[in-house]
């Protein structure tokens, strides 16, 4: 415990560096992911293809990689980048198709009759998805983004391994030196974790008892 | 979805759509070009020393290298065999947590509910760490349990739903014939909710394979490790982007031939079914498509809706 | 038969085989290894550490993977370098063979806990000795004396000759290491990572202006960049490697140092560096075993 208390300010600036890893790269992550799917649902070709293409390879490569990657592999192409920003720009790429997906879903399970409906009564295209589509859209897009949200948070301690000072990395070197304190430690990094994760939890149940329609 | 936004597309609109085509793929090919002569100059480091360019020959006659590819399989077969173990032991745990989760008696559904909230909302790589270090399992256990928990019990609320998304008729007439309620769940409705759900399942496979990737950090030597983190050392750090590419290679075969696996296996129990189970399960499929970065959720959202004909 | 597209494909397949497979080389294929002499009777105090590897006639010992000259592995992920022989040596003295060894990957930052925890019996990886450590576990030897150094690109563009040089640098180290506690006190802009292989794409594109650790470690990096890099030349500390186990095992720790001196005198400590680091290095006198 003592271990703890005495480390307690490192641990509370490496939670700091947790949460702005989650909301920078979590926004980033929605602009993204909301423009990918507005591509994969476009009447072009090409750009549904790059979409695809971009979803699927970002989906099917681990975190690890991706963040090797803007970590290491680029500064030998020639830029420089703080690692927390590399790390940051990691973080958003990999989550970015995850948000595309459940924003598409959330945009299909529109009941079609809602865009027929629209149709007949003769609203345009933008009309229809503004007026009509959207709107339902948005109630069942949010429970998805929200686990999607509590992957992120979880997936910033891949970042450990990548010279960024979050939560476990910093756990690992207060463990280096205080060997006999590993559970609490570990517990407590834990707990930090479980304080962004369970609220996200409970208010992605809520809404999704909120959203659900009867249909 | 798509087609009923927008009227039939006339010629003119026809046309536009064409030119945005063209005009989108060259833009795409235009950046690629420049992103591979970039990368294609030699790189003047910071010393003014010349270092060859990315695609430079020299970087990557390492390819032709026999030893590579035997180290590439060796850190293949490490991640497959911590990938493998750990998913049968998740499917075990998700099948445990799930019965546990939807017991009649408090007793054991509040400690399942805590449990299996509290390893969803833990990182992977601090559960790992965890065992690694708290019960001195070796490092090939402590990624496989590591992972085997947090995949199971992400595999035991997709269960749950499953099973919830079932009609209630099923429970009902397993009941109605004499069955007790263990027995109904065993051999009604496990086996319905397991193939409903086999998707996203096998899509949750995916994600562990992926994941295994972080055992590196407690030092096992799985592909990423091998490859990208001791190559530089054995082979030369010229050689760096071309061993990064080879790993990242390997990892996309190996994923979406996994994820071709569940889309099979989505298409097939999808269409064997009426129009209202698969609805129903796609909306949960959609529901739980983010938890965990599941991989095939939302696209099983999409064929479901599909073949219920619109 | 018809020239189908799908006709073509495998010859056309087939002979990009035979191509591609004449076209390659092979820098794993094995070579011959002579091995340290095992000790076949010895016999050791019951209950000792000694005593239960020697029955067990198996030992895991952790090396880092990744350094070169001291732990690093060949392309068929054999262990090979200076540690490893020394490593070699002590087990031999237990009365293991080479392959009753089980080689660990531990990285700085894992070296305590995997010591703590029993995942290792001991640990030899360029494990500098210091006070700090020596509260959670204890050191046998040295076995050798490096001392930190600065690697910089070729031509030492911005003329670093030690450390004083560094003020208000950046610089490029590994986490957890005593080369990055020594380095804070010259500059505060100190990037710590994983390895010291990943420092290196930071000190070509300039982000870093040197990277510190070790000198034998820097000689490893510089021989294997084909001349990007150089060593200063100028170490500033002294840094002893030594041989890390449990806080307790004082016995383990003092048979382990018998061990080292007895190669210092017989030859067998300069056969390894001989055939390990000395490829690069030149031999240097033996250290003397510090028994605290």
């Given at each position: 415990?003592?271990?703890?208390?005495?480390?307690?300010?490192?641990?509370?600036?490496?939670?700091?560096?947790?949460?702005?890893?989650?909301?920078?790269?979590?926004?980033?992550?929605?602009?993204?992911?909301?423009?990918?799917?507005?591509?994969?649902?476009?009447?072009?070709?090409?750009?549904?293809?790059?979409?695809?293409?971009?979803?699927?390879?970002?989906?099917?490569?681990?975190?690890?990689?991706?963040?090797?990657?803007?970590?290491?592999?680029?500064?030998?192409?020639?830029?420089?980048?703080?690692?927390?920003?590399?790390?940051?720009?990691?973080?958003?790429?990999?989550?970015?198709?995850?948000?595309?997906?459940?924003?598409?879903?959330?945009?299909?399970?529109?009941?079609?009759?809602?865009?027929?409906?629209?149709?007949?009564?003769?609203?345009?295209?933008?009309?229809?998805?503004?007026?009509?589509?959207?709107?339902?859209?948005?109630?069942?897009?949010?429970?998805?983004?929200?686990?999607?949200?509590?992957?992120?948070?979880?997936?910033?301690?891949?970042?450990?391994?990548?010279?960024?000072?979050?939560?476990?990395?910093?756990?690992?070197?207060?463990?280096?030196?205080?060997?006999?304190?590993?559970?609490?430690?570990?517990?407590?990094?834990?707990?930090?974790?479980?304080?962004?994760?369970?609220?996200?939890?409970?208010?992605?149940?809520?809404?999704?008892?909120?959203?659900?329609?009867?249909? | 979805?798509?087609?009923?936004?927008?009227?039939?597309?006339?010629?003119?609109?026809?046309?536009?759509?064409?030119?945005?085509?063209?005009?989108?793929?060259?833009?795409?090919?235009?950046?690629?070009?420049?992103?591979?002569?970039?990368?294609?100059?030699?790189?003047?480091?910071?010393?003014?020393?010349?270092?060859?360019?990315?695609?430079?020959?020299?970087?990557?006659?390492?390819?032709?290298?026999?030893?590579?590819?035997?180290?590439?399989?060796?850190?293949?077969?490490?991640?497959?065999?911590?990938?493998?173990?750990?998913?049968?032991?998740?499917?075990?745990?998700?099948?445990?947590?799930?019965?546990?989760?939807?017991?009649?008696?408090?007793?054991?559904?509040?400690?399942?509910?805590?449990?299996?909230?509290?390893?969803?909302?833990?990182?992977?790589?601090?559960?790992?760490?965890?065992?690694?270090?708290?019960?001195?399992?070796?490092?090939?256990?402590?990624?496989?349990?590591?992972?085997?928990?947090?995949?199971?019990?992400?595999?035991?609320?997709?269960?749950?739903?499953?099973?919830?998304?079932?009609?209630?008729?099923?429970?009902?007439?397993?009941?109605?014939?004499?069955?007790?309620?263990?027995?109904?769940?065993?051999?009604?409705?496990?086996?319905?909710?397991?193939?409903?759900?086999?998707?996203?399942?096998?899509?949750?496979?995916?994600?562990?394979?992926?994941?295994?990737?972080?055992?590196?950090?407690?030092?096992?030597?799985?592909?990423?490790?091998?490859?990208?983190?001791?190559?530089?050392?054995?082979?030369?750090?010229?050689?760096?982007?071309?061993?990064?590419?080879?790993?990242?290679?390997?990892?996309?075969?190996?994923?979406?031939?996994?994820?071709?696996?569940?889309?099979?296996?989505?298409?097939?129990?999808a269409?064997?079914r009426g129009g209202g189970k698969s609805r129903r399960?796609a909306?949960?499929?959609?529901?739980?498509?983010?938890?965990?970065?599941?991989?095939?959720?939302?696209?099983?959202?999409?064929?479901g809706h599909?073949q219920s004909g619109h | 038969?018809?020239?189908?597209?799908?006709?073509?494909?495998?010859?056309?397949?087939?002979?990009?085989?035979?191509?591609?497979?004449?076209?390659?080389?092979?820098?794993?294929?094995?070579?011959?290894?002579?091995?340290?002499?095992?000790?076949?009777?010895?016999?050791?105090?019951?209950?000792?550490?000694?005593?239960?590897?020697?029955?067990?006639?198996?030992?895991?010992?952790?090396?880092?993977?990744?350094?070169?000259?001291?732990?690093?592995?060949?392309?068929?992920?054999?262990?090979?370098?200076?540690?490893?022989?020394?490593?070699?040596?002590?087990?031999?003295?237990?009365?293991?063979?080479?392959?009753?060894?089980?080689?660990?990957?531990?990285?700085?930052?894992?070296?305590?806990?995997?010591?703590?925890?029993?995942?290792?019996?001991?640990?030899?990886?360029?494990?500098?000795?210091?006070?700090?450590?020596?509260?959670?576990?204890?050191?046998?030897?040295?076995?050798?004396?490096?001392?930190?150094?600065?690697?910089?690109?070729?031509?030492?563009?911005?003329?670093?000759?030690?450390?004083?040089?560094?003020?208000?640098?950046?610089?490029?180290?590994?986490?957890?290491?005593?080369?990055?506690?020594?380095?804070?006190?010259?500059?505060?802009?100190?990037?710590?990572?994983?390895?010291?292989?990943?420092?290196?794409?930071?000190?070509?594109?300039?982000?870093?202006?040197?990277?510190?650790?070790?000198?034998?470690?820097?000689?490893?990096?510089?021989?294997?960049?084909?001349?990007?890099?150089?060593?200063?030349?100028?170490?500033?500390?002294?840094?002893?490697?030594?041989?890390?186990?449990?806080?307790?095992?004082?016995?383990?720790?003092?048979?382990?140092?018998?061990?080292?001196?007895?190669?210092?005198?017989?030859?067998?400590?300069?056969?390894?560096?001989?055939?390990?680091?000395?490829?690069?290095?030149?031999?240097?006198?033996?250290?003397?075993?510090?028994?605290?």
């Amino acid at each position: 415990m003592d271990a703890i208390i005495e480390n307690l300010p490192r641990f509370v600036d490496a939670f700091l560096v947790t949460v702005r890893l989650l909301v920078v790269s979590g926004v980033g992550a929605l602009i993204i992911g909301t423009i990918i799917a507005a591509l994969r649902i476009s009447p072009v070709p090409a750009l549904r293809g790059f979409a695809t293409v971009y979803t699927e390879v970002l989906r099917n490569t681990p975190l690890t990689l991706v963040l090797f990657f803007c970590a290491f592999v680029l500064p030998q192409i020639g830029t420089r980048l703080d690692y927390t920003v590399a790390a940051t720009i990691g973080l958003t790429l990999y989550t970015s198709p995850f948000v595309a997906e459940a924003v598409r879903s959330g945009v299909n399970g529109v009941p079609v009759g809602q865009a027929e409906a629209a149709r007949a009564i003769g609203l345009g295209f933008g009309q229809t998805l503004g007026l009509v589509i959207f709107p339902q859209a948005i109630r069942m897009v949010i429970p998805p983004l929200i686990n999607v949200l509590i992957a992120l948070t979880k997936n910033t301690s891949v970042a450990a391994g990548f010279a960024v000072f979050e939560l476990v990395a910093v756990s690992r070197q207060v463990i280096q030196l205080n060997g006999n304190a590993t559970v609490p430690i570990l517990v407590a990094v834990a707990v930090f974790y479980l304080i962004i994760t369970v609220p996200l939890g409970q208010a992605a149940n809520y809404l999704e008892r909120k959203v659900r329609v009867q249909r | 979805m798509s087609s009923v936004l927008y009227d039939v597309p006339g010629p003119k609109a026809r046309r536009l759509s064409l030119i945005l085509s063209i005009v989108g793929g060259l833009l795409i090919a235009a950046g690629l070009i420049a992103i591979f002569v970039y990368l294609s100059q030699p790189r003047v480091n910071a010393g003014g020393v010349a270092q060859p360019g990315i695609f430079d020959p020299s970087r990557w006659d390492i390819l032709l290298d026999r030893a590579l590819w035997r180290t590439v399989w060796r850190g293949l077969s490490a991640t497959l065999q911590m990938a493998g173990v750990a998913a049968v032991l998740a499917i075990v745990i998700g099948i445990l947590l799930s019965m546990a989760r939807t017991a009649r008696s408090g007793f054991v559904r509040i400690p399942a509910t805590i449990v299996i909230e509290f390893f969803r909302g833990m990182p992977v790589l601090l559960m790992m760490l965890f065992i690694l270090l708290v019960f001195s399992s070796g490092q090939f256990w402590a990624g496989v349990a590591a992972l085997a928990v947090y995949n199971g019990a992400v595999i035991g609320e997709a269960l749950r739903s499953g099973i919830a998304s079932l009609p209630k008729g099923q429970r009902e007439s397993g009941l109605a014939l004499g069955f007790t309620p263990l027995q109904t769940r065993f051999s009604i409705e496990f086996p319905q909710a397991f193939r409903q759900m086999l998707p996203i399942i096998i899509a949750q496979l995916v994600v562990l394979l992926k994941d295994t990737s972080l055992a590196y950090i407690l030092g096992y030597q799985e592909l990423l490790n091998v490859v990208l983190k001791q190559g530089p050392t054995t082979f030369g750090p010229t050689y760096l982007f071309t061993l990064f590419f080879v790993v990242w290679a390997v990892y996309l075969a190996v994923n979406l031939t996994l994820s071709w696996i569940a889309r099979l296996v989505a298409r097939r129990t999808a269409s064997g079914r009426g129009g209202g189970k698969s609805r129903r399960a796609a909306r949960v499929i959609a529901q739980l498509g983010g938890a965990g970065m599941v991989g095939a959720g939302t696209t099983d959202a999409e064929t479901g809706h599909e073949q219920s004909g619109h | 038969m018809r020239l189908t597209k799908r006709s073509l494909l495998i010859p056309a397949i087939a002979a990009i085989g035979v191509l591609g497979l004449a076209a390659c080389t092979d820098s794993g294929a094995p070579t011959s290894e002579e091995t340290a002499a095992v000790e076949e009777t010895v016999e050791f105090e019951a209950g000792t550490t000694m005593a239960r590897l020697n029955e067990a006639g198996a030992i895991t010992i952790g090396t880092k993977f990744d350094q070169p000259l001291f732990g690093q592995v060949d392309a068929s992920g054999e262990p090979q370098g200076f540690d490893v022989e020394i490593a070699k040596l002590i087990a031999a003295k237990l009365g293991i063979p080479a392959d009753g060894i089980t080689w660990t990957e531990t990285v700085s930052a894992n070296r305590e806990p995997f010591i703590q925890s029993g995942e290792v019996d001991m640990v030899v990886a360029t494990y500098t000795i210091n006070d700090k450590r020596k509260e959670v576990i204890s050191f046998a030897g040295p076995y050798y004396n490096a001392g930190q150094d600065i690697l910089v690109l070729a031509g030492n563009p911005e003329g670093i000759e030690g450390p004083d040089d560094l003020a208000g640098k950046p610089v490029c180290t590994v986490a957890g290491s005593t080369s990055e506690a020594n380095i804070k006190a010259y500059t505060d802009q100190v990037t710590s990572l994983g390895g010291y292989a990943e420092c290196l794409p930071l000190l070509s594109s300039g982000q870093v202006v040197a990277v510190t650790t070790d000198n034998v470690i820097l000689a490893g990096l510089a021989a294997n960049s084909a001349g990007e890099f150089e060593v200063v030349g100028n170490p500033f500390t002294e840094e002893p490697y030594g041989i890390g186990v449990t806080l307790e095992d004082t016995e383990f720790r003092m048979f382990i140092n018998d061990v080292l001196e007895e190669a210092f005198e017989d030859g067998s400590w300069a056969a390894a560096w001989e055939k390990t680091a000395g490829t690069e290095l030149p031999l240097p006198d033996p250290p003397t075993v510090d028994r605290y």
